[in-house]
């Protein structure tokens, strides 16, 4: 599975969007990209996925370039309870894949 | 989503007992499960594949007799620290694939 480049913190006034990026230029067109999120001393909480058509479910926005090689994950108004580690993950479909994380980003949203 | 609850939520041992842990798809069933490990300020580290009706997939560098894992149902998984000792303390959280992999609450583990 391809490797993907996060920053390791990110800062979001409350109320404001938050634009988490993910670089993975190694991707394959096979692999689509995860985003889950850990809230402290908790199980990761899936976010959402997608192979190279943005989508929207009611959580966030996930936006990936047409080349594939990055995404934004949008929260389009933060909250104080979406402060956490925020996991982009590139996996192929299916059951051969496996979810290997990497260091996330963590959000602090700020009142 | 799915739901995955894990018990214990929390278990503190001697060194040298045996700890199991159980992972369970509520609303689902799962042919494939997988446990990881998580330490402080540390990102999640998988340690093994559980298959249903087959043993299972370790990652390099997991003591396969140490961590043994039993997938005996299309809902339950469950990881035994064998032999724990105060390096094992950690916090397991263990996952199951619907159409999407969902996470269980994790258990953690504090070996005296």
């Known amino acids: 599975d391809a490797k993907t480049t996060q920053p390791p913190s990110m800062d979001c006034a409350e109320g404001r969007a938050a634009n988490l990026p993910c670089n993975h230029s190694?991707?394959?067109?096979?692999?689509?990209v995860y985003w889950y999120r850990q809230i402290h001393s908790q199980g990761p909480q899936y976010i959402i996925h997608?192979?190279?058509n943005n989508e929207t479910n009611e959580m966030a926005s996930l936006i990936i370039t047409e080349d594939r090689k990055s995404s934004t994950l949008i929260l389009p108004h933060a909250t104080l309870r979406d402060t956490a580690v925020y996991y982009c993950?590139?996996?192929?479909?299916?059951?051969?894949?496996?979810?290997?994380f990497g260091q996330g980003t963590t959000l602090q949203v700020k009142p | 989503g799915a739901v995955v609850s894990q018990h214990p939520s929390r278990v503190i041992c001697k060194s040298g007992t045996s700890v199991k842990i159980e992972c369970r798809s509520l609303?689902?069933?799962?042919?494939?499960m997988f446990w990881y490990r998580q330490f402080p300020k540390k990102s999640l580290m998988l340690m093994a594949t559980?298959?249903?009706?087959?043993?299972?997939?370790?990652e390099q560098g997991v003591e396969k007799d140490k961590f043994l894992i039993n997938h005996a149902s299309l809902t339950l998984s469950t990881l035994t620290v064998t032999s724990a000792h105060p390096e094992d303390s950690s916090f397991y959280i263990c996952?199951?694939?619907?159409?999407?992999?969902?996470f269980g609450p994790g258990t953690r583990l504090l070996v005296l």
């Open positions: 559980s298959n249903e009706g087959s043993k299972a997939t370790y």
């Open positions: 190694t991707i394959s067109g096979n692999e689509y």
């Open positions: 996952s199951a694939r619907d159409q999407t992999q969902y």
């Open positions: 609303d689902f069933q799962a042919t494939t």
């Open positions: 997608g192979l190279k």
């Open positions: 993950i590139v996996r192929v479909a299916g059951n051969t894949g496996k979810l290997i």
